[in-house]
C-alpha cells in the first residue's frame, strides 16, 4: 500500500517525533508502505512524519556509504536513529525532498557521520558513513527533528523561495 506523502505546511512536518517503544516488529507493515511509497515517488529516503507518522523511524534506499560512491549497501530502516558524531568537513550537494517537491537548492553537511539506530529485530547498530549515505541519513533525521531541508539555507535563499514555499504551504502547485 502506498501513503500519501506530506508536504510543506503540514505541521506533523515541524514536530519533534516521539521515540519508538515496545515491539518493533509491529512496525514491518508500516516499513514496507514507506519503502512501497518512496520508491513509487522516488525518492531515496523517507522519514514517518512524511507519511504522518510522527515517530522515529526512517528508511534509505540502496545507495553508497562511502566518498567514492562504490560501496552500495542494502536498504534498511532505521529505528530511534542518532547521530553521535559529525565530522568537520563540510560539503555542498544539491538536495531535495519529496516533502518538498519541485524545489532543490544547495546544502551544506558534514561529509561523514557515526550513527546508532535499532533494527526492527530490535538489535542496536553503530556504525560509519560517508558520502551519500551519510548526507541522506542527516536528512532524513532531520525530518524526525521537525526540519526541512530548505530550513538549512540562508536566509536569502529562504527569501528567494518564499512564493514557491507559500504555494506550497497552501496546497497550489
Same mark, same amino acid.
Request: a negative charge; aromatic letters at 6%; one cysteine or more.
Given at each position: 500500500?502506498?501513503?500519501?506523502?506530506?508536504?510543506?505546511?503540514?505541521?506533523?512536518?515541524?514536530?519533534?517525533?516521539?521515540?519508538?517503544?515496545?515491539?518493533?516488529?509491529?512496525?514491518?507493515?508500516? /516499513?514496507?508502505?514507506?519503502?512501497?511509497?518512496?520508491?513509487?515517488?522516488?525518492?531515496?529516503?523517507?522519514?514517518?512524519?512524511?507519511?504522518?507518522? $510522527?515517530?522515529?523511524?526512517?528508511?534509505?534506499?540502496?545507495?553508497?556509504?562511502?566518498?567514492?560512491?562504490?560501496?552500495?549497501?542494502?536498504?534498511?530502516?532505521?529505528?530511534?536513529?542518532?547521530?553521535?558524531?559529525? $565530522?568537520?568537513?563540510?560539503?555542498?550537494?544539491?538536495?531535495?525532498?519529496? $516533502?518538498?517537491?519541485?524545489?532543490?537548492?544547495?546544502?551544506?553537511?558534514?561529509?561523514?557521520?557515526?550513527?546508532?539506530?535499532?533494527?526492527?529485530?530490535?538489535? $542496536?547498530?553503530?556504525?560509519?558513513?560517508?558520502?551519500?549515505?551519510?548526507? /541522506? /541519513?542527516?536528512?532524513?533525521?532531520?525530518?524526525?527533528?521537525?526540519?526541512?531541508?530548505?530550513?538549512?539555507?540562508?536566509?536569502?535563499?529562504?527569501?528567494?523561495?518564499?512564493?514557491?514555499?507559500?504555494?506550497?504551504?497552501?496546497?497550489?502547485?
Amino acid at each position: 500500500m502506498l501513503r500519501r506523502v506530506l508536504t510543506y505546511g503540514d505541521p506533523v512536518l515541524r514536530r519533534k517525533a516521539a521515540p519508538v517503544e515496545g515491539d518493533f516488529a509491529a512496525l514491518r507493515p508500516l /516499513v514496507q508502505e514507506m519503502f512501497d511509497t518512496m520508491y513509487d515517488e522516488p525518492g531515496i529516503g523517507l522519514a514517518a512524519p512524511q507519511v504522518g507518522v $510522527s515517530q522515529r523511524l526512517c528508511v534509505i534506499a540502496a545507495v553508497a556509504d562511502d566518498d567514492a560512491g562504490e560501496n552500495v549497501g542494502a536498504p534498511f530502516a532505521l529505528v530511534n536513529p542518532e547521530i553521535t558524531w559529525r $565530522s568537520t568537513d563540510l560539503v555542498p550537494f544539491e538536495e531535495g525532498c519529496l $516533502s518538498v517537491p519541485d524545489i532543490t537548492d544547495t546544502v551544506i553537511r558534514p561529509r561523514a557521520i557515526h550513527l546508532r539506530y535499532q533494527t526492527l529485530d530490535g538489535d $542496536s547498530v553503530e556504525r560509519d558513513a560517508a558520502g551519500l549515505l551519510a548526507r /541522506v /541519513v542527516q536528512h532524513e533525521i532531520d525530518h524526525l527533528d521537525g526540519v526541512l531541508f530548505v530550513d538549512r539555507l540562508s536566509l536569502l535563499k529562504r527569501q528567494l523561495l518564499r512564493k514557491k514555499l507559500q504555494k506550497l504551504a497552501t496546497g497550489v502547485r
